[in-house]
């Protein structure tokens, strides 16, 4: 695609407000687990999950074709500890052969399952072409298997362009 499309499908995707449709992935249902899976390096503080047991937020071949990545919400959270920080790192392409595209801050300081209230929003739109699978894992301070938060992907999406 040449660069005069590409400021065009921006503009249209940012500005002309008229054309942008939100979406929340996945789509009609509760949202997509990301927890740490028992098993090392996974129960080591700060270590990612390895790319073999990243959670597919939503299948490839689903989300439009361009679509623009804004950010996620995180609908729960449950931490083993109070005063738990964390990272849910977000990605495009198969579990496996991932193209890892933001790292997000997450912050909990109670036990019991609980939702963030608002959005948690990219400081600018990541571009996702030819409908991949998105993703995510995550890493906190205290190494907790089975913990984690319950996520949906925030795109939008340029209509007629």
């Known amino acids: ?13 940012l ?5 942008v449709r939100y979406q929340v992935w996945p789509d009609a249902a509760a949202g997509a687990g990301v927890v740490n899976i028992a098993g090392a390096p996974e129960n080591v503080a700060w270590v990612w999950s390895q790319t073999a047991t990243s959670q597919v937020i939503i299948a490839a071949a689903t989300i439009p074709n ?10 729960t959270c449950s ?12 990605c495009s392409g198969g579990i496996g052969a991932e193209t890892w595209l933001a790292i997000l801050p997450i912050a909990a ?7 963030m209230p ?44």
Not at 66 to 75: E, K, N, R, S
Not at 79 to 90: E, P, R, V
């Open 1 to 13: 695609m040449g660069l005069p499309q590409e400021v065009r499908q921006t503009f249209n995707a």
């Open 109 to 115: 300081t109670v036990t019991a399952a609980m939702a």
């Open 66 to 75: 361009p679509c623009w990545l804004l950010g996620i919400q995180v609908l």
């Open 118 to 161: 608002n959005p948690i929003w990219l400081p600018f739109p990541i571009r996702l072409a030819g409908q991949p699978a998105l993703g995510a894992r995550i890493r906190n301070n205290t190494g907790a298997i089975a913990t984690g938060v319950v996520i949906k992907a925030i795109t939008a999406s340029a209509v007629g362009t």
């Open 79 to 90: 931490w083993a500890a109070a005063t738990t920080y964390g990272d849910i790192q977000i």
């Open 15 to 19: 500005l002309n407000s008229g054309n």
